[in-house]
């Protein structure tokens, strides 16, 4: 189990900046992210673009902000767990919260900060009737090991570059590959779109234009689906996996479930100190909402500082907070 | 002015009228508008949460930029008639458009 002060929900530059304010309070911090790196969008998204609004830096790549933020936090010696997404908080007596990932992490801390962003990144499902029934069983939303479908039967449905780059690995690998797109062409990656059309060709794969998965059906396991064509004709086809590879969305995940006054996707907090409605729960940076409430990373910094301002009674409830310039004194290590 | 129109998920169609000149995208004025869409990802082509069908005036709309594309290929529900509202500026291309919302 890992014991920190504040558990900051996403490690992007808000949640990053975070640990620096909370350093110069005295406050350790861990950070979960659900990505494998810290960063958030900036690392993920659009790492070479440029940044034209951070004070003091006429422009500046998102990455090289990160690294910037990594270096000014470095002496707080903050802690991570990433690739993992949180899943469970559970109040203690004593206000403190346990916090638990999807891989059963733990962390125990005095204080929750959330810092998400724009949400994790969940698959984006389709409308199929009967398909969540069938999710674990058959349906998955993303190929983690494709040796798993080593001599089995595959549907893929979807037309961007995972589903034409996974139609051409698998051909390789399962008994029978069938990807099923709604249009009749592909945009992306015309070289993945050609192999495809040419495995569809020497019969090597099955390939179904112009129409969409329509019902799912099985016994305790996916059997069979049901197509149907932009001509209405309905047809079925036996298989072992149906994988929907429809790209990703971002959702609030979990958090939606904490209690927590949310509007349109977005957390309402009190601007006095970014809490939320929850007792030692913060909202900071894009994932927050309030009157004219402006998506800016340097208002993410701006709600970081007043929310560690406000944080410091749940980590030292005994002792008096002193503002202090970090041209006076410095960086107080630990 | 740039006149178009909107129908709402229910059916119905409210007129909009833009001063020329304004930079905004139509997203952005979906938003202002009231209508319920999130735009999760504030305009970045990622979220499709600004999905939109153009009923009327397709043709005179500006093509389909690569980042919409590729997200409008990756939706399960999208069609030919498939824009994204983020990616689209408003300006004299959208007079006389109808959109529907596709979104939830």
């Known amino acids: ?334 | 002015m740039i006149h178009f129109t909107i129908e709402d998920q229910n059916g119905g169609q409210q007129p909009i009228e833009i001063p020329e000149g304004i930079s905004l995208s139509l997203m952005e004025v979906l938003k202002a508008s009231e209508y319920p869409i999130l735009a999760t990802c504030g305009g970045m082509a990622l979220c499709a949460t600004c999905h939109v069908a153009v009923l009327e005036g397709a043709a005179r709309l500006p093509p389909v930029n690569d980042a919409e594309g590729d997200l409008l290929d990756t939706l399960p529900d999208a069609d030919s008639d498939s824009r994204l509202a983020c990616q689209l500026r408003v300006d004299e291309s959208l007079d006389g458009a109808v959109f529907r919302l596709r979104a939830a």
Not at chain 1, 251 to 270: E, N, Y
Not at chain 1, 308 to 327: E, H, M, R
Request: glycine share 8%.
């Open chain 1, 1 to 334: 189990m890992i014991t920190t002060d504040i558990c900051i929900i996403g490690a992007g530059p808000v949640g990053l900046f975070a640990v620096f304010e909370a350093g110069l309070l005295k406050m350790r911090c861990h950070l979960i992210d659900a990505l494998p790196q810290v960063g958030g969008q900036l690392s993920e998204i659009y790492p070479q673009k440029p940044i034209y609004d951070i004070p003091g830096f006429p422009d500046v790549k998102a990455q090289e902000l990160v690294d910037n933020l990594m270096e000014q936090i470095n002496p707080f010696h903050p802690t991570f767990t990433l690739g993992e997404r949180v899943e469970n908080l559970e109040r203690q007596a004593d206000g403190s919260f346990f916090i638990t990932t999807n891989e059963q992490t733990v962390v125990h801390c005095q204080v929750v900060v959330i810092a998400g962003g724009l949400g994790c990144f969940e698959p984006r499902k389709p409308e199929i009737e009967g398909l969540e029934a069938f999710e674990g069983k058959g349906v998955s939303y993303m190929i983690k090991n494709p040796e798993l479908l080593r001599d089995r039967r595959v549907v893929l449905a979807g037309g961007g570059d995972s589903a034409l780059d996974w139609t051409v690995f698998l051909a390789n690998i399962a008994k029978e590959v069938t990807l099923i797109h709604r249009s009749d062409s592909f945009r992306g990656a015309p070289d993945s779109a050609e192999k495809v059309f040419e495995l569809a060709s020497e019969g090597r794969i099955n390939l179904i234009l112009q129409s969409n998965i329509t019902r799912v059906s099985g016994n305790g396991h996916l059997q069979e689906i049901t197509i149907t064509g932009k001509d209405k004709t309905v047809t079925t086809r036996a298989t072992d996996h149906l994988i929907p590879l429809f790209g990703l969305t971002p959702k609030l995940g979990p958090i939606a479930d904490w209690g927590l006054q949310i509007d349109k996707s977005a957390i309402q907090v009190d601007t006095t100190d970014y809490a939320t409605n929850v007792e030692r729960i913060y909202a900071i940076g894009d994932i927050n909402t309030y009157p004219g409430k402006l998506k800016l990373i340097l208002c993410g910094f701006h709600e970081a500082a007043l929310m560690c301002q406000s944080a410091f009674k749940y980590v030292y409830p005994s002792q008096k907070l002193s503002f202090k310039y970090t041209t006076v004194n410095g960086i107080p290590t630990f």
